[in-house]
Every structure is written in C-alpha cells, then in structure tokens.
C-alpha cells in the first residue's frame, strides 16, 4: 500500500552512516536539494469542521487507499539518495531508476554513485535492498497506517502547499521501531496522506538520541506518491547528521502490462 506505511529503515541506515563510516568519508559533493526543505505550513490550524466526525477519517483514508492501490499497476520514478551533514557536504550519493509492477515488484537500476563507497555500500544500498524486499513480503514489519498499528486524533485543518488538510496525531499501539509517533496531514478530498512529520516509537539504540523524519506526498494523476524523504539523526559524539531521498520523473502505469524490463538489474 503505496501511501500508508513509512518504512524506519532510513533511520537504521543513517545511523550505519554517522557513526561508522560518514565521519571518515572525504567527498566534497555539494548539497543541492531538488526542492526547498521546507514544507510550507505556514497557515494556522484551524479547527475540525463540525461536518466530520473524529470517527470518520480513519475509515475514509483506508477505503481511498485502497481503491488507489487496486488501480496502480506500476511507476518508474527518479530516486536520488544522499548522506549529508548540516553544513552541505555530501558524504555519499546515489541516483537511479526505481520501477514498481503491482502486486509486490520493485527494482532499482543505478545511474550514478559519487561519494564514500563505503557509506553507500553500508548504509544506502541495504536502505534501497529493504525497501524492495519489504514489496515482495519478504520483511514482515507491518509499519502500515490501519487501526491495528495506530490510533488517529484529530487535531483540526491546515493548509499544506496547494492541499487543504485534516491534521491528525498518529498514537502507535505498541512500542516498535517501525512504527512511530507524531502528526499525519491528510487531504480533505481525496482522504490521501500529504505529509507525516515524526519519529520512532521506540528509541532504536543508546547512540541515537533523537531521529526525526519528514516524508512528503505528491499527486500524480489520480494517485498519491512520495515525493521526498528527510531523516535527520543525533547521534553521540558525531552530532547529526541527515538522509534525504527525492522522488522525481514519476512515470505512473495505467495499464496491465506485465512485461519485464529490458534493462539489467542491479541485484543486492
């Protein structure tokens, strides 16, 4: 389900980065965001309109998801991975073509790697390899936004970008590392997620003192798909440290073909 889990991963994988391998890593890449990092929530949050009910936007956003994924039979999108500290160096960068085929088939095709080797050996190419696994079923962390893993607390509308939202709180139902805490921004229309601001629910290890995360959604024709991906870490003694992954050049599929790729794979 494309747009209600957030995979933690990132966080596991930073945390690889900024304590082993980041701090020795000597590229001198610039740190060129593909958009502005921040996210226009400049609007107050006004209250819950008496027409919607604490109990009605729970089961909307499922119903709506669900109808989107039974439509989406597949995307290629533009992915650009990067390890980065807070004053712009880029310790390791990778770029390259991910292709999703519905049910639970991704791929990911490298076009181009600069940076630490070591940094994207040990932290972005496990990153992208969990994320293809986790399609395929063969990672059972179920991190995904249903009432078994979540309660959702309505705290009032907001605007984000072109969006009008219900901003809700996402309770977790458990401590678990793959699920988390903080707030959900859920379009008023299409009952799709727009963006979630948060961090684990549960501390990951003693050198992470805090991760923070920031994942935002775009809408691609009738679907809803991420667009980028902000993981900031404090860790002990190495400070923070950030991984961002930006989503572009959606090429969505609407139709059944199954044809495999032409391209070679790059196998993790």
Not at 61 to 81: D, F, M, Q, V, W
Not at 96 to 106: F, I, L, N, S, T
Request: aromatic share 10%.
């Amino acid at each position: 389900m494309p747009n209600t889990k957030v995979s933690l991963s990132v966080v596991a994988a930073l945390w690889v980065a900024t304590t082993g391998f980041a701090i020795r890593a000597q590229a001198q890449l610039t740190y060129e965001p593909t958009q502005k990092s921040e996210v226009d929530l400049t609007t107050p949050l006004q209250p819950l309109r008496s027409d919607v009910t604490e109990g009605q936007i729970f089961p909307e956003l499922l119903a709506h998801n669900e109808l989107r994924n039974a439509k989406l039979l597949g995307y290629t999108s533009l992915r650009t991975y990067q390890v980065v500290d807070l004053k712009g160096k880029v310790h390791a960068q990778e770029i390259g073509h991910m292709e999703y085929r519905a049910p639970d088939k991704k791929t990911f095709v490298v076009t181009s790697e600069e940076g630490s080797g070591l940094v994207r050996r040990m932290a972005l190419n496990p990153l992208i390899a969990s994320e293809i696994e986790t399609a395929a079923g063969r990672e059972h962390h179920d991190s995904a936004i249903v009432p078994a893993n979540y309660t959702l607390k309505p705290l009032g509308e907001q605007q984000v970008g072109p969006y009008h939202c219900f901003v809700v709180q996402a309770i977790p139902k458990r401590k678990d590392k793959y699920l988390f805490e903080g707030k959900v921004w859920i379009d008023d229309r299409d009952y799709a997620v727009v963006r979630i601001d948060g961090h684990p629910a549960k501390k990951l290890s003693f050198w992470i003192e805090r991760a923070d995360f920031v994942r935002r959604y775009q809408k691609i024709g009738s679907f809803w798909l991420p667009q980028r991906d902000e993981t900031f870490v404090q860790v002990r003694l190495y400070g923070k440290k950030a991984l961002t992954i930006a989503h572009e050049d959606y090429v969505v599929s609407p139709s059944s073909d199954k044809q495999e790729s032409a391209e070679s794979v790059r196998s993790f």
